[in-house]
């Protein structure tokens, strides 16, 4: 993972991406967290139907915030607001306070 994660870092998201998907099929079990990397490089290399199965992959896996906030980001890139919507609505659900959801959330309320 930290070879990975150091690659991505740098901005070589191919390479962190080859990383992650190697070791995803060295372990028996998914890691959440490593679909969400998987799908977080696809979204850097604009793979964006596969950066959406990876991050829905981590989150059906384990909810996390991190994960509903970047695939929240990702139909906002995609310019789907009302899908935009509801993954932080759903997100909020998970974490109640958290102020950047929230804003978020707001924001988009306002777009709608």
Same mark, same amino acid.
């Given at each position: 993972k930290h070879v990975a994660r @150091? !690659?991505? +870092? !740098?901005? %070589?998201? %191919?390479?962190? !991406? =080859? @990383?992650? %998907?190697? +070791?995803?099929?060295l372990t028996k079990e998914? =890691?959440?967290?490593?679909l969400h990397n998987i799908g977080v490089c696809y979204m850097h290399l604009k793979d964006y139907n596969k950066a959406l199965e990876m991050l829905t992959q981590s989150l059906d896996l384990t909810p996390q915030i991190v994960t509903y906030t970047e695939l929240g980001r990702l139909y906002l890139m995609r310019g789907d607001i009302a899908k935009a919507t509801e993954i932080? /609505? /759903?997100? @909020? %659900?998970?974490?109640?306070?958290d102020p950047e959801l929230l804003s978020t959330l707001g924001l988009l309320y306002l777009q709608t």
């Open positions: @150091t !690659l991505f +870092l !740098l901005g %070589k998201y %191919k390479p962190a !991406l =080859d @990383t992650y %998907k190697e +070791l995803e099929s998914h =890691d959440w967290e490593v932080y /609505r /759903r997100a @909020t %659900k998970h974490n109640p306070e």
